[in-house]
């Protein structure tokens, strides 16, 4: 079992930065690959970045590639999602999840355990 809780949201102005936290309980936080995703109203569920055990790999959405860095530090059972040159298309809420089973890490569907979500807003 593992508990997921995003922290970092908040309003920025385009153009500005903000780091997202996901803090996991579990000894097991290190065997899974972790995502980031986004909801914006009327949307749906996006994903955004995923990491692997290791830290090594790394994959990003198209629309947030060379803006948004994940990393992950297992000793201190957390991800991180930095978001620079945010632009307001990047309002919404940002989900972290847990995935044990590395395979099509861009569908939701895939993750095991989900984060309650921060609200991320960039205003023009």
């Known amino acids: 079992q593992v508990q997921l809780v995003e922290s970092g949201g908040g309003l920025v102005q385009a153009g500005g930065s903000l780091r997202l936290s996901c803090a996991a309980s579990g000894r097991t936080f290190s065997t899974y690959g972790m995502g980031w995703f986004r909801q914006a109203p009327g949307k749906e569920r996006e994903f955004v970045a995923a990491?692997?055990?290791?830290?090594?790999?790394?994959y990003y959405a198209d629309s947030v590639k060379g803006r948004f860095t994940i990393s992950r530090d297992n000793a201190k059972n957390t991800v991180y999602l930095q978001m620079n040159s945010l632009k307001p298309e990047d309002t919404a809420v940002y989900y972290c999840a847990a995935v044990l089973t590395w395979a099509d890490i861009t569908v939701p569907e895939r993750y095991d355990y989900w984060g309650q979500g921060t609200q991320v807003t960039v205003s023009s």
């Open positions: 990491i692997r055990w290791g830290g090594v790999r790394t």
